[in-house]
């Protein structure tokens, strides 16, 4: 174990404003994310909030290599001062030390509670510490912001009991815990990572590049109703609905989420025997959207989304079946979404047991070519350009 001397070790000396950097940036980033919700731009507060998180991270991991390096290269001895200030320095310090640890982790886990799982700058995602609970997320968040209070507090009264040090003792307090480079590195963090960390969302010129309608055609009254009289005696299905999902999952801001349809119905017929007789007709309500986070549902559901107001269910059709090399069947069919259909496919299996039928099916879809997320929301960089849906159905065959 090292000795003890009179100036911090010059790792110490980095760690210690390299954190306070980051804490200042953290005060920084929640600012401008409320700024960003209140001129009303949804893109950019997710951004903003994605770094917050991911800066929170960074905290947390900096907080455990300081403990670390702390243990294993002791501090110097206290300056001569009044004993009752040579606690309120140690009761200062942990206290700093403690919320450096507490407030990552409590965001973290009001994060995970509103289904949002945290992505350390868009390379790493983070488990979630706890499923989607909008009871646990209140409660995270008002923890959360409570201990934001205390931080500001605690680091004012640090910073002030600084100063006295420097400019009314002139002990060399300051000193010990500072060097050139650590108060440039407390710089650079601050000036560099608002410049990196702020400057989020998506020009004009991008969200019009990315915007697009092309191949989509309008959707008639006849389209939308269309149901294929192709099908023979194919038997209609008799779909078991709570044993039956449309789920899908879509990448934001670096993590995964996941969401369901919770309302819809579907006319299916199908006989693996003879595929080409085939028909689905599938109509969700858009409005039945779940994805953990009732923000997210009402983001999907707005205009530049899904416009449930003015177009409340979107549609599936299919009449038109083949098998792909791996022997699954795939359908043929369009989306219709806004009134405007465009093609997409399923790739689907079905076992049949003595006419109970399951079916089992996914796609990757293109939100950009369903015109899905218009305006700063067409920025791929935040909300992921794919969507997986995953489809499961259960049905007996009726006459």
């Not at 790792?11 to 390299?18: C, F, G, M, P, S």
């Not at 320095?89 to 409590?106: A, E, G, Q």
């Not at 949002?116 to 609970?133: I, K, R």
């Not at 986070?293 to 899904?306: A, C, L, S």
Request: no cysteine.
């Amino acid at each position: 174990m090292a000795t003890q001397t009179q100036h911090y070790h010059p790792v110490a000396k980095i760690l210690h404003w390299w954190i306070a950097g980051m804490i200042v940036l953290q005060f920084i980033l929640a600012k401008l994310a409320e700024r960003a919700d209140d001129a009303g731009a949804p893109l950019k507060q997710l951004a903003l909030l994605a770094n917050h998180k991911s800066v929170g991270i960074t905290i947390l991991l900096l907080a455990v290599i300081r403990i670390i390096w702390r243990r294993l290269h002791p501090p110097p001895a206290p300056l001569p001062m009044p004993r009752w200030q040579t606690l309120a320095s140690r009761l200062s310090h942990w206290t700093l030390y403690t919320l450096l640890f507490l407030m990552p982790v409590s965001g973290w886990l009001m994060s995970s509670a509103s289904a949002y799982s945290v992505s350390w700058f868009n390379l790493v995602q983070l488990p979630d510490l706890v499923g989607a609970n909008p009871e646990l997320k209140e409660l995270f968040e008002s923890v959360h912001e409570t201990l934001a209070k205390v931080l500001f507090v605690v680091a004012a009264v640090h910073i002030a009991a600084g100063l006295k040090h420097a400019f009314v003792n002139r002990d060399g307090a300051l000193r010990r815990i500072s060097s050139p480079i650590s108060i440039g590195i407390f710089a650079v963090v601050i000036a560099g990572g608002y410049w990196t960390l702020s400057n989020v969302g998506v020009s004009p010129a991008r969200a019009a590049a990315i915007d697009v309608t092309a191949g989509a055609v309008d959707a008639s009254a006849q389209t939308v109703t269309a149901t294929a009289d192709r099908s023979g005696d194919i038997a209609l299905w008799d779909i078991d609905y709570p044993n039956s999902y449309i789920r899908f999952t879509g990448d934001q801001a670096g993590a995964t989420f996941s969401g369901e349809w919770q309302q819809w119905t579907a006319e299916l017929r199908f006989d693996p025997d003879r595929p080409a007789a085939g028909s689905f007709d599938v109509t969700v309500e858009v409005r039945s959207v779940a994805s953990g986070d009732k923000d997210r549902d009402d983001t999907i559901t707005d205009m530049d989304w899904f416009d449930a107001s003015n177009f409340p269910q979107a549609f599936y059709r299919a009449t038109s079946f083949s098998t792909d090399s791996a022997g699954r069947f795939v359908a043929h069919g369009s989306i219709v979404i806004k009134n405007a259909a465009y093609p997409a496919e399923l790739q689907f299996s079905v076992s049949d047991n003595d006419g109970r039928y399951v079916l089992d099916g996914n796609a990757r879809l293109d939100r950009t070519a369903l015109n899905l997320g218009l305006g700063e929301w067409a920025d791929t960089d935040w909300v992921g350009q794919f969507v997986d849906v995953v489809v499961h159905v259960e049905a007996n065959t009726v006459d």
